[in-house]
């Protein structure tokens, strides 16, 4: 079965998935120019993440998305478990959502439909970021940052960084913590092959803000932390230090 689902990937899932990902690029480049960037800046990335799943034959499980208030703008932190994190986020979360980071192959696409891409050089254009964010998380659409800012090469969680936490508590916004759980099975970070493997999104309680500043930072860190760990298989639980993340 390994060897006939490597060639249905060869043979037909990539060429189309290829195809589709330039249109997706092509249309919500188009789309955002004409006008309505937050509609051609999440929906045709829905579908195509949608799509990646369906063709590749990987199931996918979402758990509490009723814990989500329709209108209301968050900061969802999830795991970073490898390449395929991005299609289960963006095809199945079910927000309209901004990210801090460009999405792999579609670079172009995101800065057109308005996605917000951190400049660390220094402290002012930190701030920059955080303003640009806080124009853009209004009406329900949010924003998702990976805190460990790099992909896992363990299936293991390595440390949460402070910026998803340090904009949350800038802006008074809950964070909601989302564990991926399939991903690092799927396409691990040192894989060649992509592996059929079930994908499960778990959606945790959001954290609303306690206060602002250090202490109420540092809370939001540790609770997100445990939640996102709660629902990882017990083969992956305990952190395991990732060099990348020290980049």
Known sequence: ?????????????????????????????????????????????????????????????????????????????????????????????????????????????????????VDRSSPKKVLATMRQAEASLKDGVSLVVFPEGARTFTGHMGYFKRGAFQLADELQLAVVPVTIDGSFEILPRTGEWIHRHRMILTIHEPIAPKGQGVENIKATMAEAYTAVESSLPEKFKGMVKNEDQDR
């Not at 929906?43 to 990646?52: D, F, N, V």
Request: glycine share 10%; with cysteine.
């Open 1 to 117: 079965m390994k060897i006939l689902y490597n060639i249905y990937q060869i043979c037909f899932a990539l060429p189309v998935l290829l195809v589709l990902t330039v249109l997706t690029a092509l249309v919500t480049i188009i789309g955002s120019l004409l006008g309505g960037a937050h509609f051609w800046g999440y929906y045709p990335g829905k579908i195509w993440s949608q799509l990646i799943c369906y063709l590749l034959l990987i199931p996918v499980k979402i758990n509490g998305r009723e814990k989500l208030h329709k209108r209301t703008s968050y900061v969802f932190v999830p795991n970073h478990q490898g390449s395929f994190d991005i299609f289960l986020i963006y095809g199945f979360l079910g927000r309209n959502f901004k990210s801090l980071r460009k999405i792999p192959f579609v670079g172009k696409a995101c800065e057109s439909a308005g996605h917000i891409f």
